[in-house]
């Protein structure tokens, strides 16, 4: 009976207690969700500063990438509350917004003028959905793209210049056109003294290969689908067919064995010296600048997207906006605003780029401060003005799945042709927006 | 009926607490099963049930809609795709080839370690140690040891390579010694002997190497790993990326068919050989009539228990290739990973999927446990 009455007492006590605190109201903690890497550890700094600034605690919570999105998608299914906002991906974008997960920022974001702070493309991108509705459901956070490592020291050596100029008739320089990049890299592969020309993302696991190919893709004219979902003609266009032959050309010039490269891959065949240039996301870049982990490190120079036989320059879009889950109370969603607003001001944007987060606020980017904080700075300032992004509908899932299929067996297993390659994708991908209700037969 | 006898005296000596004083025997019985039944209703049994039942649903889990019954459509469009049909021959190629290497391998082993001898122990505990460890470790560490600008592994096998004219070689010269002295003269027969060892060797490889260089002679395999102006990229061309995983998973499992199958030769009675040999039976003979038939069921429950890990083979391709180059070699496994998760989350295909891999499991075993009951009866 004792036992009973004591149990009794504690649930009252416990009940009580859990009802004192959610009727208090305060938010004393913001919990944001983010894959691991380094801009997550800079994102808890912030975190840290807005904790001394207003006293809410702000937890950073980093899932490795191979497990994130299933991490937030699981969350997502529950209807959970296990985070308050969370970092997400440019592609989840159209399934959280046609499910429900995320909160509309539209007014939020437009009322508070912090859409006129950053970048179109990025707001574009991070943000918004549908395309072209001026819905926004996402701040852009970390903007990221792709761009370019080169080894200065190569590039200058006088033999090196003279045996160009002799090879191809013009000066050894940063290629400014996706021929003058094919020429470059095969110049420099020598696999006699173990230096190839050019490394550039094969992987096929989850969307490495596709990411690297949309580079030339898209300054090549091509498209994953015009205006009315269609692929067929779009993805399969002329200037699709010689980006993919331009894409497979570089790839026969990549250290073997990058047979599944991505970023990691691209830094470890540029540090270990066996590529002349490498294709990532600047994300990964600080490390190349750092000498305890790049020998080169200070010969190694950054340039961005070359552009196409019409002149065109697009960059594959990386990098994450930052969006509020719809699952929590009223009271949270109001905490995470008053965090992302604060978060958005030109002054904490400039803390967040000398961390080493990728600013998409307008100012801080052509700032000085930060075109000179770090050497490849100046290379994705001008790139974040012409990035591109790969579809971000519900069913991008089921067409990345046909692209890195189709792109992984051309490029890196050498079957068939490039134009069969992307007929038959083409089809596969128009058989599932058809399905989709995308397109009607 | 003495045994109770006996207890009923001292219960009565020591009352139990009231709580306890009525639970029967059977009663103990079933309260310790209970939460075993309650954890295999809730871990397995459930989570089947209401996977083939999602099956038959267009659902996605991470979608906040609720199932919606569509009958066999999951099953009939997995069974109209072309692409399921090739990665089920690719998991049946793999599967076939693997095992059958795996069996040849492990057989092989156990029949070397069967006699024991000095450090016999160390050497079976070290070939197990492949058996014992993550495969994303191995796929890990393949991966280095395959590539193709440091990997060791075209080192080994360019070896390999050579070993095989070496050996050819060697044999030529042993059978001219001693035919050497009669032709040469005792004096100069060390110094032909010499010019043998070496010559015969290089000739041979000369020989080999131009037999291999010709285009078909051997198939796309053998020309594209021996004669070629750049390593071979194992992981990345279509023609070798199958046989590295192979020969990973090879080298990771034969020992677990070796470990079962020395088991049986184990337990093979010493007397049956003795009989044998006063029958002057000769050596293929026992192994024919005796080893072979005893240590079949064992060696049955290894290809049994490999073949059903080889249909489920996902985290060795994914470490090693992801499926590719393209699809060579992705496996079912891989397929309903990806349909699984990797953006698409399409739970109710693969869910069927998953059925349809179930099924041809069971299927095969079948097929396996009455060869097994044949090779018992037997």
């Known amino acids: 009976m004792l036992k009973k009455l004591l149990l009794v007492t504690l649930l009252l006590v416990m009940v009580t207690g859990v009802s004192v605190s959610a009727q208090d109201g305060a938010i004393t903690e913001l919990n944001i969700w983010w894959a691991e890497w380094d801009p997550a550890n800079y994102l808890q700094q912030i975190g840290n500063d807005y904790e001394a600034a207003t006293g809410i605690k702000v937890n950073v919570v980093q899932t490795p990438w191979g497990s994130y999105f299933d991490r937030v998608a699981t ?37 508070n003028g912090i859409t006129e702070t950053v970048t179109p493309a990025t707001l574009q991108y991070y943000g918004e959905y549908p395309a072209d509705s001026g819905s926004y459901y996402a701040y852009p956070t970390e903007g990221d793209a792709n761009g370019w490592a080169y080894r200065r020291d190569l590039f200058e050596d006088a033999d090196n210049m003279a045996a160009f100029e002799a090879a191809y008739g013009r000066p050894l320089a940063v290629p400014t056109t996706w021929d003058e990049l094919r020429d470059v890299a095969e110049f420099f592969t020598r696999p006699d003294d173990g230096l190839y020309g050019i490394g550039v993302y094969t992987q096929i696991d989850y969307d490495g290969i596709t990411m690297g190919f949309q580079n030339p893709f898209f300054a090549y004219g091509g498209n994953w689908y015009d205006e009315d979902y269609n692929t067929l003609g779009v993805v399969n266009s002329e200037g699709a067919v010689g980006a993919l032959e331009m894409y497979r050309d570089l790839y026969s010039f990549a250290p073997p064995g990058t047979n599944n490269a991505f970023f990691a891959e691209m830094n470890d065949v540029f540090t270990n010296g066996q590529a002349a240039m490498i294709m990532n996301y600047f994300a990964f870049f600080p490390a ?39 699952y929590v109370d009223d009271a949270r969603k109001q905490a995470s605003m008053d965090f992302i607003q604060w978060f958005a001001t030109e002054e904490v944007q400039l803390r967040w780029a000398q961390l080493g987060g990728y600013t998409c606020n307008i100012a801080v980017l052509e700032s000085p401060e930060f075109l000179e904080v770090a050497p490849y700075n100046a290379a994705f300032a001008e790139t974040m003005t012409f990035v591109k992004d790969f579809s971000n509908i519900p069913e991008f899932g089921q067409l990345l799945e046909v692209a890195q299929r189709y792109l992984h067996a051309y490029v890196v ?9 992307l007929d038959n994708m083409a089809a596969e991908m128009d058989g599932i927006l058809v399905e989709a209700g995308y397109v009607t037969e | 009926m003495a045994q109770v006898n006996t207890v009923k005296p001292a219960q009565a000596a020591a009352p139990r607490p009231a709580a306890r004083r009525h639970l029967s025997d059977r009663r103990i019985v079933q309260l310790f099963i209970f939460p075993t039944i309650i954890l295999l209703i809730l871990m397995n049994i459930f989570p089947l049930i209401y996977s083939l039942f999602l099956s038959f649903n267009e659902y996605s889990v991470i979608s906040a809609d609720a199932p919606r019954w569509i009958g066999i459509e999951n099953y009939a469009d997995i069974l109209s795709d072309a692409q399921f049909w090739h990665n089920f021959g690719v998991t049946g190629t793999y599967a076939l080839i693997s095992v059958a290497l795996q069996t040849v391998v492990g057989f092989g082993l156990a029949m070397l370690l069967r006699t024991k001898f000095t450090g016999s122990g160390v050497v079976t505990t070290l070939i197990l140690v492949p058996m014992m460890l993550s ?140 009989a044998a040999a006063i029958d002057r039976a000769g050596g293929w003979f026992q192994f024919r009539r005796i080893t072979l038939p005893q240590v079949m069921p064992l060696l049955l429950i290894a290809v049994l228990f490999r073949t059903i890990e080889a249909f489920k083979q996902f985290d060795l391709v994914m470490g090693l290739t992801g499926g590719g180059p393209g699809d060579v070699t992705e496996t079912v496994s891989v397929q309903l990973y990806q349909l699984a998760f990797q953006g698409q989350f399409d739970t109710g295909k693969s869910s069927a999927l998953a059925y349809i891999v179930l099924v041809v499991i069971i299927a095969v075993s079948n097929l396996y446990i009455r060869a097994l009951n044949r090779a018992r009866e037997g």
């Open chain 2, 135 to 274: 495969p994303i470790v191995v796929a890990t560490f393949w991966k280095l040891i395959l590539n193709p600008s440091y990997g060791i592994f075209n080192y080994v096998f360019g070896f390999l390579t050579l070993l095989v004219p070496t050996i050819i070689g060697v044999i030529v010269v042993a059978l001219l010694w001693g035919t050497l002295p009669k032709q040469l003269g005792e004096q100069r027969a060390n110094i032909g002997r010499i010019a043998l060892l070496i010559l015969i060797p290089v000739v041979a490889h000369l020989v080999w190497r131009f037999v291999l260089s010709q285009e078909g002679t051997y198939g796309d395999f053998f020309t594209q790993v021996t004669y070629r102006e750049t390593a071979p990229e194992w992981l990345g061309e279509p023609a070798l990326a199958m046989w590295a995983i192979i020969i990973v998973d090879v080298w990771m499992w034969s020992p677990f068919v070796m470990l079962l199958c020395l088991a049986g030769l184990s337990a093979i009675p010493e007397y049956l050989y003795e």
């Open chain 1, 413 to 421: 297993g050498g079957e068939g042709t490039a134009q069969d390659a």
């Open chain 1, 75 to 111: 969350e997502w299914a529950a209807q959970g509350s296990a985070f308050d906002m969370v970092v997400g991906d440019s592609q989840w974008l159209g399934q959280a917004v046609t499910e429900g997960h995320y909160v509309d920022m539209t007014s939020f974001l437009n009322d």
């Open chain 1, 288 to 326: 190349l600048a750092n000498p305890n982990i790049n020998p080169y490190a200070a010969d190694t120079g950054y340039f961005s997207m070359p552009s196409g036989p019409d002149g065109e320059r697009y960059a594959a879009l990386g990098g994450q906006g930052i969006s509020i889950n719809n």
